[in-house]
């Protein structure tokens, strides 16, 4: 079921979404086939979907986009290898949509950087601005997407996503 953990929370007057990454709902540590990351693109909320990714690393250091035929922004050179970073990709895969991507890159279960908090803050709040449906993803859909929405104020909204 894509995107796995969705979760609809408001701010003032706005709301926004949270989630898993693409693939959670089939596995933690496998390869994700780029059909469940289409069907995880295509069950975004929208519209004018916008996504801010807390993707970043594993604590062994193995970067979390290593799952997918896309690499992260952040990713390294030997890590991105001839990858297209997860913005190309959706530009290519998925050029429709106009899907923009604004990477906060954290460290899974590792306590996020006050400045991490308030770039992600400041991008989602940047793009709900601009009219966008702002989806906010980590890895598992919870703890550090979580994080961010206390630290922004935001309260789950009890209506479904």
Request: aromatic letters at 8%; hydrophobic letters at 35%; proline letters at 8%.
């Amino acid at each position: 079921m894509e995107p796995y953990r969705l979760k609809r929370w408001r701010l003032g007057a706005v709301h926004f979404f949270t989630c898993a990454r693409p693939g959670r709902s089939e596995s933690a540590d496998q390869p994700v086939p780029d059909e469940i990351v289409h069907c995880w693109v295509r069950g975004l909320p929208g519209p004018k979907t916008a996504i801010v990714s807390l993707l970043g690393s594993k604590p062994s250091g193995l970067s979390e986009y290593s799952f997918y035929s896309f690499a992260g922004g952040s990713d390294t050179a030997e890590e991105r290898a001839s990858r297209p970073t997860f913005q190309e990709w959706l530009r290519i895969s998925h050029p429709e949509l106009g899907i923009p991507v604004r990477e906060c890159p954290t460290r899974d279960f590792c306590q996020m950087p006050r400045e991490t908090l308030a770039a992600a803050a400041s991008g989602i709040n940047e793009l709900l601005s601009a009219g966008r449906t702002v989806v906010l993803m980590d890895s598992g859909g919870e703890t550090r997407t979580k994080t961010v929405c206390k630290y922004m104020g935001a309260t789950e909204d009890p209506k479904t996503a």
